[in-house]
């Protein structure tokens, strides 16, 4: 009956590093078998980000700024 009841016993009692034995195996679990083995470093930078964005924006004005033109030279062709 010991034998039986000491798995049970171990999930009421354990606790290492503040978790419960249930959550510990859990994260023993994710990081043998769920996740994945080789991790990248990715940054989050938000001066690059902004950079850009900003490099966004100069395209779009370009864009806007030829099409523009573009339609003022039809116009003036028709005129």
């Known amino acids: 009956m010991v034998i039986?009841?000491?798995?049970?016993?171990?999930?009421?009692?354990?606790?290492?590093?503040g978790l419960p034995l249930e959550k510990f195996l859990m994260?023993?679990?994710n990081t043998k078998f769920k996740r994945p083995k080789i991790r990248t470093y990715q940054t989050n930078n938000l001066y690059a980000a902004a950079g850009r964005q900003s490099q966004l924006n100069k395209e779009?004005?370009?864009i806007v700024s030829d099409k523009n033109s573009y339609v003022s030279e039809k116009k003036s062709r028709k005129g």
């Open 4 to 17: 039986i009841m000491l798995p049970w016993f171990m999930f009421a009692m354990y606790e290492k590093n």
């Open 27 to 29: 994260c023993i679990y």
């Open 60 to 62: 779009v004005q370009s």
